[in-house]
């Protein structure tokens, strides 16, 4: 399974971006999906993640109210819809797949992942 991430760029605080992540088979269509991020210098975080169904979906309290995962089983894709956004969330965005149908919190709870795509906030 190949994930690709897309959507990345530079925006101001305040704005919005959507971050796309395509998967190229339909095995991801079974599985937890999650967004991670890492910062310069940081290690890398948890974001966000959901059931394979869509009825659970989690946050870090850094994103909450701001951040909204989705995903589109047809199209096998998943997407992070991020808001409001600050300067701090400046950082490289990875998506992942999980290794079961049940969203986690930790990178150890997925074992495939994309490349990641840099978003930039400026103040």
């Known amino acids: 399974v190949q994930l690709q991430a897309s959507g990345g760029g530079l925006v101001q605080a305040g704005d919005s971006l959507r971050l796309s992540c395509a998967a190229s088979?339909?095995?991801?269509?079974?599985?937890?999906m999650g967004w991670f991020r890492q910062a310069p210098g940081k290690e890398r975080e948890f974001v966000s993640a959901?059931?394979?169904?869509?009825?659970?979906?989690f946050y870090s309290d850094s994103v909450k109210g701001r951040f909204t995962i989705s995903r589109d089983i047809a199209k096998n894709t998943v997407y992070l819809q991020m808001n409001n956004l600050k300067p701090e969330d400046t950082a490289v965005y990875y998506c992942?797949?999980?290794?079961?149908?049940?969203?986690?919190?930790?990178?150890?709870?997925?074992?495939?992942w994309g490349q990641g795509t840099l978003v930039t906030v400026s103040s």
């Open positions: 992942a797949a999980g290794r079961g149908s049940r969203a986690g919190s930790q990178s150890a709870d997925h074992n495939y």
């Open positions: 088979r339909r095995t991801t269509s079974n599985n937890a």
């Open positions: 959901m059931d394979w169904r869509g009825d659970n979906k």
